[in-house]
């Protein structure tokens, strides 16, 4: 399928939606989401005529799946929905400029954070959730907060094309054993305010818990920056854990690595986190293409989340306007 009518955002015939999602899973959904055959549809219909609409958004999935992910986070609610689409597609067009080709899904340097298995999708505990471990301190000393934060939206991305983590949402696991001051200095006030603007604002994975183990003094200053800036939902999920013992009576330990006192080796999730990505991957070359030209002015443009889309805040000084984007 060409690119071209799969990121058009007037295709001429819109892809169905085929559920991947059993009963157990549709009953979740109707108690925790409210979602039904009854308002799935007509929500998604919605967000693509919101899509159809919008003078900004030049190309865009349309893709039931894809939608879903927006509706489901924001409960069906699709005013909220649409308005998390267009911050998303704005904050991507915004990277792009600020950082290029560095930070595509397919770039060598992306690609590399991959095998490294510094971040990997450990599979589903007993309650369905996706469980990713994050190995802070095990990061090479130059890799880049950026891209730190690039493996995490591709990780994120990936098991969001999954429905069922879309119902269930994931539980995070940071491993700060290894940490050093040259981790510690990868983040500065700026990263640290990106990070959390896209936790707070773009991320449309739902996080249940967030549990830190092994946290060195030497990270509390971080800690204690970015903790404020997240919102108070995000921050009631936060566990923190002086040792492993303590991280395994808190989780499902037969989800862990057996280098955490569980069952599989990282090796062996993060070779089948790369087989995820791999399934994936004709949607993360569509994601390539999306475009939203900014030059354009925006629908409400005077509202107080259309200002905050925009501001460029310090990285406009670094790079100048959106209106050095092109179409491809």
Known sequence: MAYQEAVNKRPQVYAPYESTLDDVDLKVAIRELHETDDTREPSIAQIREFIAKHPQIVRCRTDPVYLLRFLRYKKFNVTEACAMLESTLAFFMRMRVLYGEEIDSFHPNVQGMVDLGVMVPLGYDRNKRVVILNRVGAYPKTTSALMQMRLGALVISTCLEYEQTQVYGSVWIMDFSGMTMSHVAMWGLTELKMLADSVNDIVTMMVKEIHMVQVPKMTWMLIDMVLPLLSPKIRNRFKFHRTLDDLCSAVDPS??????????????????????????????????????????????????????????????????????????
């Not at 062996?268 to 475009?291: G, I, S, T, V």
């Open 255 to 328: 989800i862990l690595p057996c280098e955490y006192g569980g069952e599989r080796p990282l090796e062996k999730a993060n070779d089948d986190f790369r087989a995820m990505f791999d399934e994936q991957r004709k949607w993360f070359m569509l994601e390539e293409h999306f475009f939203m030209d900014l030059t354009i002015p925006a629908p409400g443009s005077s509202s107080t989340s259309t200002a905050r889309r925009n501001d460029f805040r310090d990285e406009e000084s670094m790079v100048g306007s959106f209106r050095k984007l092109t179409v491809d």
